[in-house]
């Protein structure tokens, strides 16, 4: 079977709520994903019903989303069940990878039917154990963010995961912060979730731009997720935090250009480098050097360009008989350190 995951960088898309009521909004931004690059994209399956109660009194306090009451928010940031085969099938069409965020039982189910074939467990919901264990359940590839837990927490819901029927788990470092600043970031979280854990991580990326992705990548990151808006897109929940238009495709192209620089086992110089070993010098005779004449510091230095024998041979000839006479200013051709060692 082909793993979900099959790549490295492995980047996705995230629509969440950006695609602002509309299905077909929401195809032009798989269509854009498509296009951009992306390896999958990323749904949130939710009514307001399963997220919270309809309560005047829950209302945000701080953020990107101050004063927004829950069930307002959610009821207007959600995708649609019905719009989910459509999604889905147009996703299938296009030949780009989709699953989804469900954000509890009932929304576990649902994709069930459609045959969702990976499952993202959100930050906030990591720690609904009853969720992952279901999540788990279904033996599907499982990419959990882990904003906002502790490492016991992060442990806790691994072990479930695992006990429960999980075999292939992501986690992705995540910083609960909309939009997150870079100061918020610990980079050396990947380390030890990658050590801790002995599993694939990644980056669930809440940030502005594309340094903290490049940098996690470096750290060991493996998958990069990213919120994904139209080309001049101003209106969206997710818009502080998105990537936009051609934003996505240099994401990506970032991202793979930065793995190629890690990528090498071997010490490694490029062949462009390589064209400028003639800056490098050689050694030349200061002096008109007969033959049987010693090599000294009086008759012989190094200059550029290296065109004959090395400087790094320099040293080794001092006091070395030279087998043939050396007109001034000329280089010591390389044929003679056969002659001379």
């Known amino acids: 079977m082909t793993k979900f995951v099959n790549k490295k960088p492995f980047f996705i898309a995230e629509v969440s709520a950006n695609h602002c009521g509309s299905i077909l909004r929401a195809k032009k931004l798989i269509r854009l994903a498509k296009k951009s690059g992306a390896d999958a994209v990323k749904l949130q399956t939710y009514t307001p019903d399963m997220m919270t109660i309809k309560n005047k009194k829950f209302k945000i306090k701080y953020g990107l989303w101050k004063n927004m009451n829950l069930w307002k928010l959610y009821n207007e940031a959600q995708t649609p069940l019905e719009w989910h085969k459509k999604l889905f099938d147009f996703a299938k069409k296009l030949n780009i990878k989709i699953f989804s965020t469900p954000f509890n039982v009932e929304g576990v189910k649902f994709l069930e039917t459609l045959n969702c074939k990976a499952y993202k467990i959100a930050s906030f919901e990591m720690n609904d154990t009853n969720l992952v264990k279901e999540i788990a359940k279904t033996k599907k590839p499982i990419i959990m963010s882990t ?195």
């Open 147 to 341: 904003g906002l837990a502790s490492l016991n927490e992060i442990i806790n819901s691994v072990k479930i995961a695992k006990k429960n029927g999980c075999k292939d788990l992501t986690l992705l470092y995540c910083v609960s912060n909309y939009p997150s600043n870079n100061t918020d970031f610990n980079l050396n979280n990947i380390k030890i979730l990658k050590k801790k854990f002995n599993c694939r991580i990644g980056l669930s990326d809440h940030s502005k731009g594309n340094i903290i992705a490049k940098l996690s990548l470096v750290i060991g990151a493996e998958v990069f997720e990213k919120h994904i808006a139209l080309q001049n897109q101003r209106k969206g929940h997710d818009i502080e935090f998105s990537a936009k238009g051609d934003e996505i495709k240099s994401y990506k192209e970032e991202l793979e250009e930065t793995y190629k620089l890690i990528t090498k086992k071997k010490f490694f110089r490029s062949k462009h480098e390589l064209k400028n070993k003639i800056f490098r010098r050689s050694i030349y005779a200061v002096k008109d050097i007969k033959k049987n004449e010693k090599f000294s510091r009086n008759n012989i230095r190094s200059f550029r360009p290296d065109v004959g024998l090395s400087a790094s041979f320099y040293l080794k000839i001092l006091g070395q008989k030279s087998p043939i006479f050396i007109k001034k200013n000329n280089v010591l051709k390389k044929s003679l350190q056969k002659k001379i060692f």
